[in-house]
């Protein structure tokens, strides 16, 4: 398949792959979700940069194992999924800057909204709600309330757990 000829509907955050990696209450929905995006039955680009952004929120956040995190990521990597992006330009930099200022957002959420318009679509799949301050974005959270609910005690327990 022609990267370049592929439409895509939305962006994939690094919150959803950060969550694909490693057992929490969110694991199984969010390696569900990615499954249909590699198999190309959700329309969504994936920045392969997202994963350098979840092996870093991974280990240095959650102090999850370096070994397992890497295992993981380069077993999804190995293949060459069409709903990969393998680049970042300056000009997508600059724009991505300009929209964390516009809307008072991260600098990586500005980066994804930049993509998501170069690449005419219209979704940010995240667990990141500040996206829903981008008026031309809608934001896709694809885990069901219960989940969500899991997934944000798990993670005060663990929070507990490292102080």
């Not at 057992?23 to 392969?48: G, H, M, Q, Y």
């Not at 800057?97 to 500005?110: F, Q």
């Not at 309330?145 to 507990?160: T, V």
């Amino acid at each position: 398949m022609d990267k370049e000829k592929t439409v895509y509907n939305g962006v994939v955050d690094v919150s959803i792959i950060l969550v694909s990696l490693f057992e929490n209450p969110l694991r199984n929905s969010a390696l569900d979700f990615l499954e249909k995006v590699l198999a190309n039955k959700i329309s969504a680009a994936i920045p392969t940069s997202t994963f350098l952004g979840a092996y870093h929120i991974a280990i240095n956040c959650l102090l999850c194992p370096k070994d397992l995190v890497a295992k993981e990521i380069k077993e999804t990597l190995k293949f060459a999924f069409p709903c990969l992006i393998e680049d970042i330009s300056l000009e997508v930099v600059n724009e991505a800057i300009d929209i964390a200022v516009s809307y008072n957002i991260e600098s990586w959420d500005g980066y994804l909204v930049s993509l998501a318009r170069n690449l005419r679509a219209s979704i940010v799949y995240s667990l990141d709600r500040d996206f829903q301050k981008v008026p031309d974005i809608s934001l896709v959270i694809p885990f069901n309330e219960e989940e969500l609910m899991e997934y944000h005690k798990w993670l005060k327990k663990l929070k507990k757990r490292q102080h």
